[in-house]
């Protein structure tokens, strides 16, 4: 257990609304991550953090913004919730030192109506 | 850009016999390869990561194998169970040292396994 948490873990929202997902974990790792996950897709990034205040870009970042005050917390909203947004939403650490290995939340399932 | 491909989808086999999962990639100039389960309305479970350098890991029933030079991994995991029924997925790390490959990690879209008692 990596001591990942994410909330809520299940939300149905309105197309156009924000939304924020949360991530928190209690290890202090420097790496964070956002990934969706879609049927065929896999797991695909959508931005990732390496500090405080540190963000970049994944592969499919267009319509998602992430920020990151503090090193237990990493929030991903939705700046106008759309229809293709429907999709199971994965946070991720990454350990440090040879074998830095990902370990994942539970996920957040949003429904964008 | 790194293309990391899982097949079959899919596979169904009975309690008792091997299973053998496939990963591909692209490119070569990986950094690490690791192999994650999971099971469904969960998240990711890391397996076995297997570092560039290395040929294979073990870990158990499961075995993983990594063929840089054809861009290959393989998942072995031995005298299968009901329990092992799950998504395997892997995930390759790019070498490199610029902001574009710090970090970033390629999933394949994994193979769904059933075992059957």
């Known amino acids: 257990d990596a001591g990942i948490t994410q909330s809520p873990r299940h939300k149905v929202t309105e197309t156009g609304t924000p939304v924020t997902l949360r991530c928190h974990q209690t290890?202090?790792?420097?790496?964070m991550y956002w990934y969706r996950q879609d049927p065929g897709h896999g797991l695909r990034l959508i931005h990732y953090?390496?500090?405080?205040?540190?963000?970049d870009k994944g592969e499919v970042s267009d319509g998602y913004s992430v920020s990151r005050s503090k090193t237990e917390d990493f929030l991903l909203t939705l700046e106008s919730a759309t229809s293709s947004q429907t999709s199971v939403y994965f946070c991720?650490?990454?350990?440090?030192?040879?074998?830095?290995?990902?370990?994942f939340g539970s996920g957040t399932q949003l429904s964008v109506l | 850009k790194q293309e990391v491909t899982q097949i079959p989808a899919a596979l169904s086999v009975p309690e008792g016999e091997n299973l053998v999962l496939n990963c591909s990639f692209t490119?070569?100039?990986?950094?690490?390869l690791q192999w994650f389960r999971q099971d469904p309305g969960k998240g990711l479970t890391s397996l076995l990561l297997?570092?560039?350098?290395?040929r294979e890991q073990t870990s158990g029933r499961l075995n993983a194998s990594l063929d840089k030079s054809s861009g290959r991994s393989t998942l072995y995991i031995a005298a299968s169970q009901p329990g092992d029924s799950a998504t395997y997925l892997c995930?390759?790390?790019?070498?490199?040292?610029?902001?574009?490959?710090?970090?970033?990690?390629?999933f394949g879209a994994g193979t769904q396994v059933v075992v059957t008692p």
């Open positions: 991720a650490i990454r350990r440090p030192g040879i074998n830095e290995k990902l370990f």
């Open positions: 995930a390759v790390k790019r070498m490199g040292m610029t902001t574009d490959s710090w970090g970033k990690f390629q």
């Open positions: 297997i570092q560039s350098s290395q």
């Open positions: 490119d070569s100039a990986i950094y690490n």
């Open positions: 953090s390496y500090g405080v205040k540190d963000t």
């Open positions: 290890e202090n790792h420097r790496y």
